[in-house]
């Protein structure tokens, strides 16, 4: 990422507090602005105050699903436009992400590597 440039917004939502405290470290020294959400249950609220260039999002929480979450937000004008790429180790993960309107899907663990591919794809790099 050039340094002169804005740094991105990512919101990483996962209910494993362990995953979100190691990815989102790795996010910050790569030089990405990120806000985490332990469960997306306030989601909304944050997207519209943070108004974030990307979100990553388990699919497996307690209490809410990402797949509903992604479903949620490509349904809403003001959230279909932000790219959602669903994390997970589900073996399932390709068909889950697609019938959901994902942007993208990886399996965990994501590496700080194949996040830069992603973001280039999208031009949010």
Not at 23 to 33: I, M, P, R
Not at 47 to 60: G, K, R, T
Not at 90 to 108: H, L, P, Q, R
Request: glycine letters at 4%.
């Amino acid at each position: 990422m050039d340094p002169s440039s804005k740094k991105l917004k990512i919101i990483l939502v996962d209910d494993d507090k362990d995953y979100l405290f190691l990815f989102s470290s790795k996010l910050s020294n790569a030089g990405y602005e990120v806000k985490i959400s332990h469960n997306g249950i306030n989601l909304d609220k944050i997207i519209s105050s943070e108004h974030p260039d990307m979100i990553l999002l388990d699919l497996h929480m307690d209490n809410i699903n990402g797949e509903d979450i992604c479903k949620a937000l490509k349904s809403k004008q003001e959230t279909a436009d932000i790219p959602v790429m669903i994390l997970s180790s589900n073996n399932d993960i390709k068909n889950v992400a697609t019938d959901c309107g994902a942007d993208a899907y990886f399996e965990k663990p994501l590496e700080i590597v194949d996040l830069e591919k992603i973001l280039e794809q999208f031009k949010v790099a």
